[in-house]
């Protein structure tokens, strides 16, 4: 989370005006993330398993990957 906290704090700190991702800037304050209701399916194995789809799913339409 810490690594997150940077991101946040330098590269992604133009985010912050983007109504969709503001949310995420309190994810590093947050006790117990994962139990959190906000937050807690971006923590289950099946967001993880769904994300690596799509992901894959992108890379191989793709034309540059």
Known sequence: ???FKTYLETDG???A???EF???YAM???PEIAQHPSFKDLFSLEWGM???TR???FLTT???F
Do not use: E, N, R
Request: proline fraction near 12%; glycine fraction near 0%.
């Open 17 to 19: 005006v983007t109504p």
């Open 1 to 3: 989370m810490q690594k």
């Open 62 to 64: 793709t034309p540059q």
């Open 28 to 30: 590093p304050y947050v």
């Open 50 to 52: 769904a994300l690596k």
């Open 22 to 24: 503001l949310a995420y």
């Open 13 to 15: 700190s133009a985010l």
């Open 55 to 57: 992901l894959s799913d």
